[in-house]
């Protein structure tokens, strides 16, 4: 049991296995926030929430004569609007009257085994044995809009998913201009938020900072969850660092418009707010008509960001992570793209299959360019009819072939887009997305398809179908290419035109869960020029997201960095890609890349025939230790040894496989110095008193005479490894840890 509940007091606790949450009823029926933080038991932490009379802060009805109480300095678990709360409020209306107001009060709760789900959305899933969940029913009395906020509780991942559902029972029509899926009021503390911004080729780079007085917002309205801000932060005290402090992740199971706004009150109170992005979204609700909310996690630690994402990261891997591939390990692939852009054939095509099936590859992934007229970015898209100019035969014996090779094959949709110059634009200029009367914004030359309605998406239904049918394709890229704007669709009335966004998504999602179904045993890859739909939400439907279109691996170690705070290594689609980069011109070694991209899904981005036999050597040897390594390295808890952002001399991670037998730590030099001192690197997640057996890999290579061969857990916790010296740029390390009675073989 996780949800408690005190009939008398009206008190809600919800506990997990190291924090505790705690609402309360308020005698005039506001529903309260006491507390969330370290697990505290289960007796009433009201007094933490002191009634004082605040100038300007003015009293509800119910108060009385009691100046004390006003909504505006009170906790609230869900706060209304236009009526006495000035901080962010979580709802927004236009009522039938014209105003804005929503005023709840809480009238019931129902407690139930197991999790609560959300129609047409991702949601975290699973067993009665999982999670316990709790709604509690709140209601304006006014206008009897209801709302109903839902808590599902996981307590073995310290970890709380919300949602709400608003139901329209005024009797008439009602606008929804804004349904947060969460709020989250902090009564005290020193608290800071650590962000992930970025942009195309640089996403999720984390910044920290302090909560200012006023007001600060996190968020996208470019359709999708956007390469600029992640639906991911972090509340944490001043003081927290990886292995110390209290935090709390929340997150958003959202791939579209979204925002995160915090506020800081007059009284130094901190508010959270997380949802749908207000800018643009206007619900039309009808009598009867109710609207559910995205979901969101909240998960807390006491003792700093490393528990906090490996737990995080465990929920991703076993609650939304779904299909064959939650657990199968992943195929080694080639993907075609920096090998040869738009510029191939089949020749060109089965000769990079070849040279990479000889090296130990096991899927070649053929990527944008394969259909329509599609030679360059500026056509084709929206015709998913394969071009026979380059592939003479089609994809049937190209996949044959590729079989053959003892290859399984995969392929790349952009199915949101179409190009003007299309068959599918000549034939339906209407399912693009555009105002009437206006010439719509360009993105990569394309245009977005309107995913609201169903036509377009039965149309795009029925075409993956024909070529997902015609070949035998196990894998499939699907890409989004541009942010969306010129928001209208042709099917929905004017006062419905704030839905498109929200209805978008939705119409993303349901075309993904059309096909999932269809084809369980495809491989999913998300992909939005990179990572600009990296989200909790995105992972329900695939299992793996292309994380960035830097594939330069020194900028992705920065990059991978960010991204590991709330995704789990195995969600993470990472290459090896030629050097120099073709993205920075960076060279980089060839272990080095390796290495890096081995903290991902792991694959090769390049053409395998043009590399010397040194290095084709160094591919085979990489995908035999990933194959070797894959559990410790997807299913391992993971360890975050350095900041890359502050150590501008090397950046360390280390993977510790669930029972502490196994462990393997990745070190890239990225600054070399002449005469250079010696540094220390401590180990993370072992068993003290247990024996390990150290290897140590520079270059690829084991280092032989080695002085230490055994040594503790302890020791290598707490005394640690001297960093291996490198020479030349970019180098990389790798230090192998096996526990004496583990039954894993190391590398000879
Ligand atoms: C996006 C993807 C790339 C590649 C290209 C193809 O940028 O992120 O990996 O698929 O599109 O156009």
Redesign the pocket.
Known sequence: MAVYVNQIQQLFTLETKNSTYQMGVHPTGVLLHYYYGRKTGRESLDYLYECYDVGFSGNPDEAGTDRTFSLDTAPQEYSGSCVGDYRLNSIGVRNADGTGAVDLRFISYEQSKGKYGRKGMPAVYGSEKDADSLVLHLKDKATCLAVDLWYSVWEDYDLITRAVTVRNETGRTLHLTKAASMLLDILYGDWEILHFHGRHCMERQPERVVLPHGRMAFESNRGTSSHQHNPFVVLCDRRTQEDFGECIGVGLLYSGNFSIQTEKDQLNRIRLVAGIQEKDFDFVLEPGEEFETPEAVMVYSGDGFTPMSQKLHRLVREHICRGKYKLARRPVLINN?EATYFDFNEEKILDIAKGAAELGVEMLVL??GWFGKRDA?NSGLGDWIVNTGKLKGGLKPLAEKINALGLKFGL?FEPEMVSEDSDLYRAHPDWAVQIPGRKPCRGRFQLVLDMTRKDVRDYLFDMMCAVLDEANIEYV?W?M?RSVCDAYSALLPPERQGEFYHRYVLGVYELYERLIARYPDILWEG?S??GGRFDLGQLYYTPQI?CS?DTDAIERLKIQYGTSFAYPISTVGSHVSASPNHQTGRSTPFETRGIVAMAGTFGYELDLNLLSDEEKGRVTGQIERFKKYYDVIHFGDYYRLTDPFENELFTAWEYVSRDKGEALVHIVSTHVLANTPQFGLRFKGLQEEAQYEVQVWTDGKIVKNQKAKVLSGAVLMHAGIVVPAVWGDYKCSEIYLKRRDCACEPEK
């Open positions: 793209w990527d944008d970015d790349w890229k890409d290419n992909c020029g990179g292309w279109d």
